[in-house]
């Protein structure tokens, strides 16, 4: 019983870690450029980016690795971050995702979209990288940082993750020692 109570705290520790940190890079850049995180924020660079950050935050933050474990708390974060918003732009873009990999036609742009489906899919994987670069902020022991992240290819970072609000905001990411 008492794994189950621990266990609970620790996952509701990561979730309000990892919701603190996204609100804080969407709330930074919609104040340095309001219309472009507007629009940013509905690409699927933000679904590749929050869901990796989730994942990898949550999983080095509990210890429990894995997709299951990610999707569990990943409503609550959303709606926690951006009360129903979010979470409603995030299923948006990933349906927008999954269609986009099953046209025919990868570089005729999208209707209603300003992206054709090749580029939809390159905007997630970007995004995908730069979450789960930011998420290694939460692993708290840097040799378990080293020896997890040694085959992943991806820079360590001391300081807190930026790469959402740098997107956001039109700036170059710096997540691949930029």
Known sequence: MLGIVRRWRLEREARKRIGIELHRQIKEAFEL?????????QTSFCVGYIYYFVRLGFSTATGVVGERAANKHLRYICDG?????LYEIFSRQLSALEVARGMQDQNKK?????????EVIELFEAGGEAGAADGAYFMPLRPIIEHKLSGMNLPLTTSKPDNLKRYLTGQELNHRGN
């Open 33 to 41: 450029d309001e219309a472009g995180t507007s629009r940013r924020l």
């Open 81 to 85: 971050v951006l009360p129903k918003k």
């Open 110 to 118: 999208i209707v209603g979209f300003d992206f054709s489906p090749a």
